[in-house]
């Protein structure tokens, strides 16, 4: 299956959805800035993202890539769009 080009199994439609690297080079370098603007530590945003310290630090050093469900949670929880989290030419907003 296949959703916006992103490869897919049929488990589920945003669990199963594993989002191409080459698509979110800057995923992790705007996760990292989003984190530290908060003051929140890697434990921290790993406890309210439910997943470990370690799965936060490797999706900001670009060594993991997000399913479609974490790049949601992760826009919803610093209340910017998917669309700049994904797009590499989309910056943060001050």
Request: some cysteine; hydrophobic content about 35%; charged content about 30%.
């Amino acid at each position: 299956m296949s959703l916006w080009g992103h490869k897919c199994n049929n488990s589920s439609l945003f669990t199963g959805c594993q989002i191409q690297k080459e698509d979110m080079e800057r995923f992790g370098e705007k996760l990292r800035t989003l984190r530290n603007r908060q003051g929140l530590s890697l434990r921290q945003l790993s406890d309210i993202l439910e997943v470990g310290h370690s799965y936060i630090a490797k999706m900001e050093r670009g060594e993991k890539t997000p399913n479609v469900a974490m790049v949601l949670r992760v826009s919803q929880i610093f209340e910017v769009t998917t669309d700049v989290l994904i797009k590499d030419e989309l910056e943060l907003k001050d």
